[in-house]
């Protein structure tokens, strides 16, 4: 089992920086996959990005490809979302999820193991 707690979020202007953080507890915790979603009030869940637990292939959703970098730290169990060029539409609250599987990673349905989730306000 997996428990998985974010940190970082807050507000922040357009055209800043964050970095969210998403500590993660077990001995194999290398072996899982990594996700990034997010969902915006009245909105579905999006799809932001995926690190995967064999390779460290990378996926992006579209909105924020060129924008957005995932990377984990297996020693520490922590996987990081940087965060720039931040718009308003970037607003929402994120979540990190983990999975035992490397395919289908931009499916929510994928991923068993899921934080509380971090706000993320984009607003001048």
């Known amino acids: 089992q997996v428990q998985l707690v974010e940190s970082g979020g807050g507000l922040v202007q357009p055209g800043d920086s964050l970095r969210l953080s998403c500590a993660g507890s077990g001995r194999t915790f290398s072996s899982y996959s990594m996700g990034w979603f997010r969902r915006a009030r009245g909105k579905e869940r999006e799809f932001v990005t995926a690190?995967?637990?064999?390779?460290?292939?990378?996926a992006y959703g579209d909105s924020v490809k060129g924008r957005f970098i995932i990377s984990r730290d297996n020693a520490k169990n922590m996987v990081y979302l940087q965060m720039n060029s931040l718009k308003p539409d970037d607003t929402a609250v994120y979540y990190c999820?983990?999975?035992?599987?490397?395919?289908?990673?931009?499916?929510?349905?994928?991923?068993?193991?899921w934080g509380q989730g971090t706000q993320v306000t984009v607003s001048s």
């Open positions: 999820a983990a999975t035992v599987t490397n395919t289908y990673l931009g499916d929510p349905a994928t991923y068993r193991y």
């Open positions: 690190i995967s637990g064999s390779s460290g292939t990378t």
